[in-house]
């Protein structure tokens, strides 16, 4: 009997191997997005933007978005540990949008849900407006936005509502992007005036956006001027705007960087305080649509305030993934890290009641910081017309606290509306 020939063995397990590996790269690559695959529109231009009509148009639009929140919740320094949950509008905002000819645009939407943006809702039945604005369209390369607005810092805190990768906003967005000026003493602040409020990323002034394309090339950039309260129009501020902000961003097929700077005064009690901060973002492939994608994000801020409030700095950052298995699935690992410390003397803060105490928004006092670490795992059902069913985990560790970690399930249900009043 003729002996196999160790060599030709050799060979064909190599060649065996290399061709599965070549299959493999091969099936793997196809999930991956297209280097000629068009760039993601800037969510300036969503907002802000409509086709040209010769007629006005009018469309009512807006989002329900209701779900259920547990949270066994241990804020800094507590000694025990308690579950909170409930039934919960996260989001109910109707809007209305349109333009008026072909160079005039508008832009309102409010906010009917009891969250942080309106946290008076249901208990007198109030609703706060988030957006009211007006865009110009008649210089070439410019669109010229003008009111009240959602400013473009940071891409997780202006990403559209219905189409965010997850339910809970990551530590960073809510106590630096979400809480202009934030006051102390109040939970997840950093040093700043008493008697500000959660803004949204909301403000009122002007600001001239556009963005350009080119094959799979994209630049988009803005320009703003604001009063620096956030969607709070009181105090000396509504005669003394003082809150400039300046973005860009470049996109090549399923690569995209931005970034931010904001820097600014607001009056409070006849006060002045002075704030500036930054952002920048990092993605790979469309996370809306795509099978493969990654998301990093980083925000920055100092506060400057007279020593009675103390001056304060804050950082925090997350890196996102996502995976399609199929066409209608997605799950998202989301890795997020917070810090803030005030370097002068403030009143230590009282750590708020309910499902949200301590799940990324602790309370501290100072000299002194917080520092947190949180893992989120996400489940996403995309189902017709843009509905889609969430899951979402959070783990949250305090570094600088005694206190156990804390664990929150949310789950909620997205449903996006539409209906042309005027063509």
Do not use: C
């Not at 329900?64 to 579950?83: I, W």
């Amino acid at each position: 009997m003729k002996k196999p020939n160790k060599k030709r063995t050799w060979l064909a397990r190599a060649l065996g191997a290399g061709a599965m590996l070549t299959t493999s790269a091969v099936a793997f690559a196809g999930f991956l997005p297209s280097m000629n695959e068009k760039p993601m529109p800037a969510w300036t231009m969503v907002y802000g933007t409509e086709k040209p009509q010769q007629s006005p148009t009018a469309l009512l639009f807006g989002v329900v978005q209701p779900g259920y929140s547990y949270v066994q919740a241990s804020p800094p320094g507590a000694t025990n540990v308690t579950g909170n949950g409930q039934f919960k509008f996260y989001r109910l905002r109707p809007g209305i949008r349109g333009s008026i000819g072909p160079n005039i645009d508008y832009y309102f939407l409010a906010e009917f849900g009891n969250n942080p943006a309106n946290p008076n809702s249901g208990l007198v039945g109030s609703a706060h407006v988030l957006d009211g604005n007006v865009t110009l369209n008649y210089i070439p390369g410019v669109h010229l936005q003008v009111g009240q607005m959602l400013v473009p810092f940071a891409d997780e805190g202006l990403t559209a509502a219905g189409i965010l990768p997850w339910i809970n906003y990551s530590p960073a967005t809510y106590n630096i992007d979400y809480q202009e000026f934030a006051s102390t003493p109040a939970p997840n602040a950093i040093a700043g005036p008493s008697g500000s409020i959660f803004n949204a990323g909301r403000e009122m002034g002007v600001m001239a956006f556009n963005q350009f394309y080119h094959g799979p090339l994209a630049v988009n950039y803005a320009v703003g001027y604001f009063n620096g309260t956030g969607i709070s129009q009181t105090e000396s501020s509504m005669a003394h705007p003082d809150q400039g902000f300046v973005h860009g961003g470049v996109d090549y097929g399923p690569f995209a960087l931005s970034g931010s700077y904001e820097q600014g005064r607001a009056t409070f009690s006849g006060v002045s305080y002075h704030q500036d901060k930054y952002a920048v973002d990092v993605r790979y492939g469309n996370f809306i649509k795509d099978p493969v994608w990654l998301w990093y994000e980083y925000q920055h801020a100092n506060d400057g305030q007279p020593a009675a409030q103390g001056n304060g700095a804050a950082r925090g950052w997350f890196a996102a993934a996502g995976f399609h298995p199929v066409k209608k699935f997605m799950g998202v690992f989301r890795y997020s890290a917070y810090n803030s410390e005030n370097l002068d003397s403030v009143t230590v803060a009282v750590p708020p009641a309910g499902p949200t105490a301590g799940r990324a928004e602790p309370s501290f006092g100072a000299p002194g910081s917080v520092s947190l670490d949180q893992e989120s795992l996400v489940g996403i059902y995309l189902a017709r017309k843009g509905v889609r069913y969430y899951v979402e985990f959070d783990h949250t560790t305090y570094n600088n606290s005694s206190a156990p970690a804390d664990n929150a399930v949310s789950v909620m249900l997205s449903v996006p509306f539409g209906v042309r009043l005027l063509h």
